[in-house]
């Protein structure tokens, strides 16, 4: 099985406009800057192509992410 990358993310939200201003979170624009770079520099991969290629029944593309 190739390497796998694992991004994970708790809070996204309009931290400007938040409700709860005390909790961190990430601001969507940033959100969304981040999801481009992922998209352009990575190949996005689901649970199930991860389960299958721990099973030996698919190979994950390099720079797979997660």
Excluded: C
């Excluded at 190739?2 to 996204?12: D, E, G, L, R, W």
């Excluded at 406009?17 to 190949?43: A, W």
């Amino acid at each position: 099985m190739n390497k796998i990358y694992i991004s994970m993310y708790h809070y996204t939200r309009d931290l400007v406009h938040s409700r709860y201003p005390q909790i961190k979170g990430l601001d969507i624009s940033l959100f969304r800057r981040q999801i481009d770079f992922m998209k352009n520099n990575f190949n996005i991969v689901t649970m199930e192509q991860v389960m299958a290629a721990v099973e030996g029944k698919e190979t994950l593309p390099e720079k797979a992410l997660l």
